[in-house]
T-cell receptor, first 114, second 115 residues
Framework: AQTVTQSQPEMSVQEAETVTLSCTYDTSESDYYLFWYKQPPSRQMILVIRQEAYKQQNATENRFSVNFQKAAKSFSLKISDSQLGDAAMYFCAYRSAGDNDMRFGAGTRLTVKP | DTEVTQTPKHLVMGMTNKKSLKCEQHMGHRAMYWYKQKAKKPPELMFVYSYEKLSINESVPSRFSPECPNSSLLNLHLHALQPEDSALYLC??????????????FGPGTRLTVL
């Protein structure tokens, strides 16, 4: 069974600084997708960034980028120029190609200090 | 329209009540999901509907009964719940197995309290 591990329950970053959230996963499959979701306090869960396993190029969305290391089964999220609005719970998620269900990590709570 | 809507936002019910949660999407998605989320925890998958058929039931107690009347609607019928069922119930949708990324779009959730 696929598992997703986020080893950092909490992280904090100073406003305008850069922070990296870690995620590792375990799978025997070769075709899959990886996601980072953000869930602000009492607000909706939204997709931050996504990555296809067969793509070597790391995904980037504005201030958010990933470091995808397929061999190491690692998928970290880098947030540059952190903003107060980035404070949230961040979940790493895995989905096998052709499957509907998604596996979530335990989450990392990010605090942004002004 | 890239929105998943859920009603009600909050629900308080007694253990003998029967209530329903509703979820709606108009993105043409063919897979819809129910999750249960406890505070500071990741969502736990409960049910998956694919093309209006129940495809995954993660050993959820029978006091939770899902229903997918059509491709846009998903209901969760609640009966004889326990206080430990109090949680945030999230609905999500995705394109379905044929979708390339098949990322899930989440609704805002229904916060359920069982007294």
């Amino acid at each position: 069974a696929q598992t997703v591990t986020q080893s950092q329950p909490e992280m904090s970053v100073q406003e305008a600084e850069t922070v990296t959230l870690s995620c590792t996963y375990d799978t025997s499959e070769s075709d899959y997708y990886l996601f980072w979701y953000k869930q602000p306090p009492s607000r909706q869960m939204i997709l931050v960034i996504r990555q296809e396993a067969y793509k070597q190029q790391n995904a980037t969305e504005n201030r958010f980028s990933v470091n995808f290391q397929k061999a190491a089964k690692s998928f970290s999220l880098k947030i540059s120029d952190s903003q107060l609005g980035d404070a949230a719970m961040y979940f790493c998620a895995y989905r096998s190609a052709g499957d509907n269900d998604m596996r979530f990590g335990a989450g990392t709570r990010l605090t942004v200090k002004p | 329209d890239t929105e998943v809507t859920q009603t009600p936002k909050h629900l308080v019910m007694g253990m003998t009540n029967k209530k329903s949660l509703k979820c709606e999407q108009h993105m043409g998605h063919r897979a819809m999901y129910w999750y249960k989320q406890k505070a500071k925890k990741p969502p736990e998958l409960m049910f998956v509907y694919s093309y209006e058929k129940l495809s995954i039931n993660e050993s959820v107690p029978s006091r939770f009964s899902p229903e997918c009347p059509n491709s846009s609607l998903l209901n969760l019928h609640l009966h004889a719940l326990q206080p430990e069922d109090s949680a945030l119930y999230l609905c999500a949708s995705s394109q379905g197995p044929a979708g390339v990324y098949n990322e899930q779009f989440f609704g805002p959730g229904t916060r359920l309290t069982v007294l």
